[in-house]
């Protein structure tokens, strides 16, 4: 193996020469910087993506924590029962907040390096350190040197670490990050069913409250209906009940012979007779709206009676 002693002293320089070179040119080329961007880019998308899901999770808990289940005698909250989800779900949240915080903190200072002020900082900081090796004797050599090493760890420190954290993620934590990442998904996609179950139950004891609010009210208006038909039903038989007793009376005043005799006529009698028939009919059609009215109202109970059993869980059936 030949030494760097072997080696002349023209090569030494042209190695060294294209030993700096060849961080300059990688540094105008941007390939890591744009291996970096594209994966900061993609973790930030999916950083962001998270953080939605969590806090759409946090939120629909928060939503179920005035929901109560019967369970036999007891009762217990829904949000008592994901109490330790939300816990872990806001843990999880402040964590995304932290590496989302981080990524645009990575991304800024990708940024910085990868600008033309910075490649031609580094450019200018290689051609000086070049130059100072054919100068013989410079005192600013090893300045120079320090200076140029440290300006290409700024300058790729930065993309080699992302690209490392890409290496392992694509090849050692994507599965279980995309498993993660479908649990989060699921769990959200379950919540939100049950948000819109909740939400769906709430529109419908709205619509069963209401409808049994206007069955209460045509109950209402039928029972004082039927009152006021009462009232006039009492009436009528009392009218019937003086021209019984008219009836009698002009009855009463006639003779033996024209109280039997069916060829005999009385005005009076036959009006008062006819008055009789006409108002027993009125109170028959009485009596009969007075009962299709009670039908109605113990046809509006049932109605009410269901809709109340739907309201409050109850069955219906036999």
Not at 66 to 93: C, H, K, W, Y
Not at 243 to 260: G, M, P, T, W
Not at 311 to 317: E, H, I, M, P, Q
Request: hydrophobic letters at 40%; a positive charge.
């Amino acid at each position: 193996m030949i030494s760097l002693k072997e080696i002349s002293g023209e090569k030494k320089r042209l190695l060294f020469m294209c030993i700096i070179m060849i961080p300059v040119l990688i540094s105008w080329a941007g390939i890591l910087d744009q291996l970096s961007y594209k994966y900061l880019d993609t973790s930030l998308t999916n950083a962001s993506i998270s953080y939605v899901s969590t806090r759409a999770i946090n939120a629909t808990i928060s939503m179920f924590q005035t929901v109560d289940v019967g369970v036999g005698v007891a009762s217990m909250q829904v949000g008592q029962l994901l109490d330790p989800i939300r816990n872990m779900v806001e843990r999880f949240s402040d964590l995304i907040v932290l590496a989302i915080g981080s990524i645009i903190t990575q991304k800024i200072f990708l940024t910085i390096v990868s600008s033309i002020f910075f490649k031609a900082l580094l450019t200018i900081s290689g051609v000086f350190l070049i130059v100072s090796i054919y100068i013989k004797e410079t005192p600013f050599i090893k300045a120079l040197t320090q200076l140029f090493i440290f300006l290409v760890f700024i300058r790729f420190v930065l993309s080699l670490m992302v690209v490392l954290n890409f290496t392992v993620d694509k090849y050692f934590l994507d599965s279980q990050i995309k498993h993660n990442q479908d649990q989060i998904h699921t769990l959200s996609g379950e919540l939100e069913s049950m948000q819109n179950k909740k939400k769906k139950t709430e529109k419908n004891n709205m619509i069963l409250k209401s409808r049994i609010q206007d069955y209460s009210k045509q109950k209402e208006s039928l029972i004082m209906n039927v009152k006021i038909k009462k009232n006039e039903l009492k009436i009528l038989k009392e009218k019937v009940n003086k021209i019984n007793v008219s009836i009698d009376k002009s009855e009463e005043k006639l003779s033996f012979i024209d109280k039997y005799n069916p060829m005999s006529k009385n005005g009076t009698l036959d009006e008062l007779h006819k008055t009789l028939d006409e108002e027993k009919k009125l109170v028959e059609e009485k009596e009969s709206n007075i009962e299709k009215i009670n039908n109605k109202v113990e046809d509006i109970d049932k109605k009410i009676t269901y809709d109340r059993n739907e309201l409050d869980g109850k069955s219906n059936g036999i």
